[in-house]
């Protein structure tokens, strides 16, 4: 009795790539082929493109975020002032909290602050801003203000001047060395109330952050002068603390709560834009799920080429059978005719959504140019460019989604031609 041939012998392969490059005249097959690749292809690059750009807009946004902001803030919870009867929330021994602090293990930095809103002026233009007073050698340390390749001026100057952000250079419309005049409702006080105070400061150094309500309205001051400004002398607001690893940030909320002390209070960077990266999350995911029934729906066209392709065969079937073909060996020749649209496709789709996230800027830029402007607005998305970061992950979750339904829905109409009737398919032949 003769030995039955290996699965996938080269005699399957050769009939399945007959089949596939069957003519119109044949039964259109080819055609559907073709739809088929084309639908693998496009729902593939989709879920790729996607997913590069949800995972470099995160990675953007909570960039920005850590490289510009306190991982953690301490505060105080206040005390009633027993004249005006207000909450004080000033930190009064915040060299001692801020030594106690630096002890905690994975603090890299604790920078005492004084912030306040201002109103900011440059000839006849105006525009609200938050000022930050900071000492020089703190702000040296913030990666995204003191980046030498996004800033303009010398930071070694900021205890002569301000630091400000580009939008708000932009809207008062200065530069490095110019004059802007900065306007607090609660300035000097009076006989005959509080006046409100007006102080010129040189800009020394314009920073880019990344994120467009950081540029917007921040303003960096020099710490003892920010105690003057805004009458807190011999007093801090907060303490800014940097960590070493700001994404394990709750375990170290306990000890840096004992740290501070009894009447402080701690916020971290996941407590101020948690909701925002959980509802960006949430998005995510439901991205995923609806690029993922794109991908069926694509995947199903090799359904359907390969109903027609059965239906077109049945002769060649019969025939085969006759031969001395198992059905085993049929389900294989039709197997490898929807599969290998499948693996074409989505290695097409690979090679697309790679080159669009590796080269998403110019392709951007020309949008934007062919939109005739305007497409990203910063002011609504917070960052200035459209990110895209291509993951590993990513890629192969989008290769076995793909693969994986184009698999699944070649077997039906593979074991329907595989258990095709020889007889009934040459009855009438």
């Not at 900021?158 to 409702?185: C, H, N, T």
């Not at 006046?195 to 010129?200: F, L, M, Q, T």
Request: charge should be neutral.
């Amino acid at each position: 009795m003769p030995a039955s041939p290996a699965p996938f012998a080269p005699f399957e392969w050769m009939i399945a790539w007959r089949y596939l490059r069957a003519k119109r005249a044949e039964g259109g097959v080819s055609v559907m082929t073709w739809i088929s690749l084309i639908g693998i292809t496009l729902a593939v690059f989709a879920l790729i493109a996607t997913l590069a750009v949800r995972s470099g807009f995160r990675a953007e946004f909570v960039d920005t975020i850590l490289g510009s902001n306190a991982h953690v803030t301490v505060y105080s919870l206040g005390e009633v002032d027993a004249v005006t009867g207000r909450i004080d929330r000033t930190l009064r021994n915040y060299e001692e909290m801020a030594e106690a602090v630096r002890g905690v293990e994975g603090v890299t930095r604790v920078a005492p602050l004084v912030k306040g809103q201002v109103m900011a002026n440059a000839r006849d233009r105006n525009s609200g801003v938050q000022v930050f007073g900071i000492t020089a050698d703190n702000l040296k340390t913030i990666p995204r203000i003191a980046d030498p390749e996004t800033g303009i001026g010398n930071i070694d100057d900021f205890d002569r001047g301000v630091a400000i952000g580009s939008g708000v250079a932009r809207e008062l419309g200065v530069g490095v060395g110019d004059r802007i005049k900065l306007i607090s409702p609660n300035g000097v006080k009076t006989a005959f109330g509080t006046s409100p105070r007006i102080n010129a400061y040189d800009v020394v150094y314009v920073f880019t952050a990344g994120r467009y309500d950081i540029d917007r309205t921040r303003i960096y001051m020099p710490f003892a002068e920010a105690q003057s400004y805004f009458n807190r002398e011999g007093v801090a607001d907060e303490l800014e603390v940097m960590v070493a690893a700001p994404e394990q940030i709750d375990d170290m909320t306990l000890a840096l709560m004992r740290a501070a002390g009894e009447r402080s209070q701690v916020w971290t960077w996941q407590d101020q834009s948690g909701s925002f990266l959980r509802a960006l999350e949430v998005e995510d995911n439901v991205m995923f799920v609806i690029l993922s029934i794109l991908v069926l729906i694509a995947a199903m066209n090799i359904t359907s080429g390969l109903i027609m392709l059965v239906k077109n065969k049945g002769r060649d079937i019969g025939i085969l059978r006759t031969m001395g073909l198992t059905e085993a060996s049929i389900l294989r020749v039709f197997f490898i005719c929807g599969a290998f649209t499948g693996i074409i496709g989505t290695a097409m789709g690979v090679i697309l959504g790679c080159l669009f996230a590796i080269y998403i800027d110019p392709i951007f830029s020309l949008v934007n140019y062919v939109a005739g402007g305007q497409v990203w607005d910063p002011s609504i998305r917070g960052i200035y460019h459209l990110p895209a970061q291509l993951r590993f992950g990513d890629v192969m979750s989008a290769v076995v989604l793909s693969l994986g339904l184009s698999f699944v829905v070649t077997i039906f109409p593979a074991r329907r031609a595989a258990r095709m009737n020889p007889v009934e398919a040459l009855r009438y032949e």
